[in-house]
């Protein structure tokens, strides 16, 4: 009997895993924009509520509802659009400051600092000014109090202590997270692995971008030039995906892309792809030459396609299946 309950465990594990696979198919795409204003980077808030985005050229941050409603601009400034991350509790967003120095002299040097925005557009200074520093990656205290990561000689600005903290009782489901205990950063000649420390490991020598953690904290997907990889989060077991752009996670082991082509000023055509890691099988799943589709993203609960369309800079969904 015992044996029997196990190996019927087994399978209903093993159902369960086969039911999270893709196989792909999308259907039912709808516009969630509209106007002059074009846009890009969509990313759902963690709850799935609520849709995060930038214009193209990352100088404004945007929310909307995931149904397109409500929609309206939180925040303005060079770059700040660029890998912006929402906090576990839906409630701010992390962006990036970017200053020039030296005003319209021609000498000087780029500042740049982390924010956290609210939904009501109000801003606290998450650490202090640096030359370099990239976007960066929320933590959580086991108190629910809110910080980043930063590497390990950036100063973390007093005014954090104006966040409010973690709601009580997800405290321990968000802390447990592995997106709150490693992030990455990639400074055009390596990829970094950042723990909760602020410790920084070189994990990859060449022009990573776009790097994205597993589910299970123990892989990261990125692009090395045109290609996807995937590889162990400290540096081991490299595998070459294929030609593509701005990976996304689906689940433990696939990932979205997309796959674009350009003259070198501008995008001619792009897909969006499916890719079994383990498998390393890769599936189209877009095919429409007039839409040029790029940076997918899968909802939280896994059944919708986040995407933003080069041609008409508009962000859409599907369902995804």
């Avoid at 383990?278 to 396609?305: F, H, R, W």
Wanted: aromatic share 8%.
């Amino acid at each position: 009997m015992k044996k029997f309950l196990l190996l019927a465990m087994a399978y209903l594990v093993a159902q369960t895993m086969y039911a999270q696979q893709k196989q792909g198919s999308i259907t039912n795409v709808r516009k969630l924009t509209s106007g002059s204003e074009q846009y890009e980077a969509p990313r759902w808030s963690p709850d799935g509520s609520m849709i995060s985005f930038t214009n193209r050229g990352f100088d404004n941050l945007y929310v909307m509802n995931a149904d397109g409603s409500a929609r309206a601009r939180l925040a303005e400034g060079s770059g700040i659009g660029y890998l912006h991350r929402w906090s576990a509790d839906n409630n701010e967003i992390l962006v990036r400051d970017t200053r020039w120095t030296g005003g319209e002299t021609g000498v000087g040097s780029h500042l740049h600092a982390i924010l956290a925005v609210d939904l009501n557009g109000e801003v606290v200074k998450m650490t202090e000014d640096a030359e370099y520093l990239q976007p960066s990656s929320w933590r959580y205290t086991p108190s629910g109090l809110k910080k980043v990561t930063a590497p390990a000689d950036i100063q973390i600005a007093a005014s954090t202590k104006k966040l409010k903290s973690l709601p009580a009782k997800r405290v321990k489901s968000i802390t447990a997270d592995p997106a709150s205990q490693i992030s990455f950063e990639c400074d055009g000649e390596s990829l970094w692995a950042i723990d909760a420390s602020g410790a920084r490991k070189s994990i990859f020598t060449g022009m990573a971008a776009c790097p994205a953690l597993s589910p299970d904290g123990k892989r990261v997907a990125f692009c090395d030039v045109d290609d996807v990889v995937v590889m162990n989060i400290d540096g081991t077991s490299k595998k070459v995906i294929g030609r593509g752009f701005n990976p996304s996670w689906v689940n433990g082991s696939q990932i979205v892309f997309e796959r674009t082509e350009d003259d070198g000023h501008t995008y001619l055509s792009g897909e969006l792809f499916l890719a079994d890691v383990a498998a390393g099988s890769v599936k189209q799943i877009t095919n429409t030459p007039g839409m040029i589709e790029m940076y997918p993203t899968v909802s939280p609960d896994g059944n919708t396609l986040l995407f933003s369309s080069f041609v008409d800079g508009q962000i859409y969904v599907a369902d995804f299946k």
